[in-house]
């Protein structure tokens, strides 16, 4: 789970208990935001906090958004969050922000696109600021999820950042990725380039009533018929989001792709994969912070790496004196 590793930030709760987790649970969307900013902050007790919420949760649908930024991922997400409540699912969009070089902070907060359904107690909105983390996901988007299907969220729709080959993370987390394209930006062939395009489980084909959506479409054609490696080619939809059109459509080839993973040994690949990508994220995040730490205390180890100016002349000494004593711990 992300952030068990890091020093072990003060929590405003002693401990995390079942009570606390009905009193939460009592207080709805509020209750939520306040677990998922203790694992924002790297509470000591937002561990076991997200283990007690989601321990009897059973695993959400998970769909992934990425694309070019204004290919319109948050005007789509809105429209698909409307689809979906017409269909009675209860929604959770989580938006992963630029951050604030300063504060690590989300820039951008809730995106305003999806403002109509805030009051909506079936959806729940929440920005995550990216803090750098390369993969454009917040680094704390897994144990996010599991909170929102702990508070009976059956779907997330995780809508990223939006930068390019940055955007690859997504597909280790979402079950399907829905990459969005849009007419307008330039030479389609250059964007099918980027790695990012690799990735799509689905292609969206959005705002499709504009100039230059034919082309692309025929552009996008191409790509899909050279991807020989697929068991199954991804399917290309078209939408207006800002009308609706096509949005049913598009839920339609989720809910289809789901279906195939099922009966297909891929599905259980993947899941085997997001496990061991967390579980190494999560020894990376505590090792960096470790040997942070030694540095900034050993200034005989500090003074070595300053004077040969090559980071690996100390490595072998830092992973030495690296040691794991369980979440939150030190050597």
């Known amino acids: ?4 590793l890091a020093a072990g930030a003060e929590s405003p709760w002693v401990s995390a208990t079942p009570e606390l987790v009905a009193r939460l649970r009592s207080e709805g969307a509020r209750g939520l935001a306040r677990a998922i900013s203790a694992v924002e902050r790297g509470d000591a007790s937002a561990p076991e906090l997200v283990r007690l919420i ?5 695993s959400p649908a ?12 948050s005007s789509l997400a809105g429209a698909v969050v409307a689809e979906l409540r017409g ?9 992963v922000d630029p951050s604030s070089p300063f504060s690590g902070g989300a820039l951008l907060g809730d995106r305003i696109r999806l403002q109509r359904h805030a ?5 729940y909105i929440r920005s995550l600021a990216a803090r750098g983390h390369l993969g454009g996901l917040s680094p704390v988007i897994r144990d996010a999820i599991r909170l929102v299907a702990g508070f009976g969220f059956g779907t997330v729709i995780l809508e990223t950042v939006g930068v390019g080959q940055s955007e690859l993370e997504v597909a280790s987390v979402a079950e399907t990725t829905i990459v969005v394209l849009a007419p307008g930006f ?5 964007l099918m380039k980027a790695g990012v395009m690799e990735i799509a489980d689905i292609y969206c084909l959005n705002k499709a009533d504009l100039s230059g959506a034919d082309q692309l479409r025929g552009d996008l054609r191409g790509f899909i018929a050279s991807l020989h490696k697929r068991p199954w080619p991804p399917p290309l939809v078209a939408t207006v989001a800002t009308t609706g059109q096509g949005v049913g459509d598009l839920w339609e080839a989720v809910e289809r792709h789901r279906a195939q993973l099922a009966d297909f040994p891929e599905a259980e690949g993947r899941r ?6 967390e579980a190494a994220e999560l020894v990376a995040g505590w090792a960096r912070l470790q040997a942070g730490r030694i540095l900034r205390e050993d200034s005989s180890l500090r003074q070595e790496l300053e004077a040969d100016n090559d980071p690996q002349a100390v490595l ?15 050597r």
């Open 1 to 4: 789970m992300a952030k068990p």
């Open 62 to 73: 998970v769909v992934g958004l990425t694309g070019a930024p204004g290919s319109g991922k």
């Open 272 to 277: 085997s994969k997001r496990l061991c990508d």
């Open 87 to 95: 269909r009675g699912h209860r929604v959770a969009v989580l938006a």
């Open 119 to 123: 009051q909506d107690e079936g959806v």
């Open 54 to 58: 989601s321990a009897e949760a059973p």
């Open 186 to 190: 330039g030479d389609g062939i250059q």
């Open 316 to 330: 072998a000494r830092l992973a030495e004196r690296l040691r794991w004593t369980g979440p939150g711990g030190t």
